[in-house]
């Protein structure tokens, strides 16, 4: 909030449990939703922009030029055709900035010669599942 103040945007924070705020948000109550992604690891950019910007329930600024080339690359198995439209639905989310990512995270792990451990394909580290040899 403090780094919005510095370029003349005044925020108030309401911190909430996701279901409400997302409620909250797709009824228009508020003008911004912060939240982290975490579910999928490293996916095509569909399983993050197409949520958002394809005339879904979360889509809120349901853009004509958008809604149709991310659903024709959604479903499409043509890898030229998928990449021109998923470059030109976020070469405008970005122009019109729909979307502004604030910050990222890393999960940093480290490994032992004594550890059996490793990361599934999904980028989870399951501690769990780590035991010494």
């Given amino acids: 909030m403090a780094n919005l103040a ?3 945007v005044k925020a108030n ?12 948000w797709r009824e228009g109550k508020y003008g911004m939703f912060v939240l982290n992604w975490g579910s999928y690891g490293v996916g095509d950019v ?3 922009t197409s949520p958002f910007f394809s005339g879904t329930p979360d889509d809120r600024v349901k853009d004509p ?8 690359a959604d479903v499409s198995v043509d890898r030229d055709l998928r990449k ?6 976020q070469a405008r989310i970005a122009d019109q ?16 010669k004594d550890l059996e451990f490793s990361l599934d394909s999904d980028e989870f580290a399951r501690f769990f599942l780590a035991k010494w040899k």
């Fill in 13 to 24: 924070m309401i911190e909430q449990q996701f279901a409400p705020a997302l409620s909250a």
């Fill in 97 to 112: 900035a729909y979307w502004l990512p604030l910050w990222t995270f890393s999960i940093t792990t480290a490994q032992n």
């Fill in 65 to 72: 030029e958008l809604v149709p080339l991310l659903k024709e």
């Fill in 6 to 8: 510095k370029v003349g």
């Fill in 84 to 89: 021109r439209n998923y470059a030109k639905a």
């Fill in 46 to 48: 569909g399983l993050s």
